[in-house]
C-alpha cells in the first residue's frame, strides 16, 4: 500500500521559517519526482516547488524563490520544503505529489500552513 505523508505544518509568523517534511513508503522512491502543491482558501491548487529523481532538476513557483528550498532524501524515501521569509499570502494547505507518469502519482493529505501574527 502506498502512502504518502506530509508534516511540519503549523502557525508561524510572518518572515518566520518553517520546514515541511514528507514521507512515502511502498513505491520505488527514486523512481518518482516529488512536488510540492498548495492550496489556498478560494483558490485553485497550485505547484510550489517540484524535484526530479536525482534531484538535478528543480523548479519552484516564481512567488517562492529564493525564500523556499526543495531537497530530497533517498534513504529516509522523503522530501522536504525549506520555507523562509513567509508571508500571510503563503497561508495554504501544503500537499506532497509523488509522481511517476501521468497515469500514476499518489497524494498525501496535506498539511496546514498558517502565517499570521
Known amino acids: 500500500q502506498v502512502r504518502v505523508e506530509e508534516s511540519g505544518g503549523g502557525l508561524v509568523q510572518p518572515g518566520g521559517p518553517l520546514r515541511l517534511s514528507c514521507t512515502t513508503s511502498?513505491?520505488?522512491?527514486?523512481?518518482?519526482?516529488m512536488v510540492w502543491y498548495r492550496q489556498a482558501p478560494g483558490k485553485q491548487r497550485e505547484l510550489v516547488a517540484r524535484?526530479?529523481?536525482?534531484?538535478?532538476?528543480?523548479d519552484y513557483t516564481e512567488s517562492v524563490k529564493g525564500r523556499f528550498t526543495i531537497t530530497r532524501n533517498g534513504a529516509q524515501k522523503a522530501v522536504y520544503l525549506q520555507m523562509a521569509a513567509l508571508k500571510p499570502e503563503n497561508t495554504a494547505v501544503y500537499y506532497c505529489?509523488?509522481?511517476?507518469?501521468?497515469?500514476?502519482?499518489?497524494w498525501g493529505q496535506g498539511t496546514q500552513v498558517t502565517v499570521s501574527s
Open positions: 505529489n509523488a509522481h511517476l507518469n501521468v497515469a500514476v502519482e499518489h
Open positions: 511502498g513505491l520505488l522512491f527514486s523512481l518518482y519526482d
Open positions: 524535484i526530479n529523481i536525482d534531484g538535478g532538476k528543480i
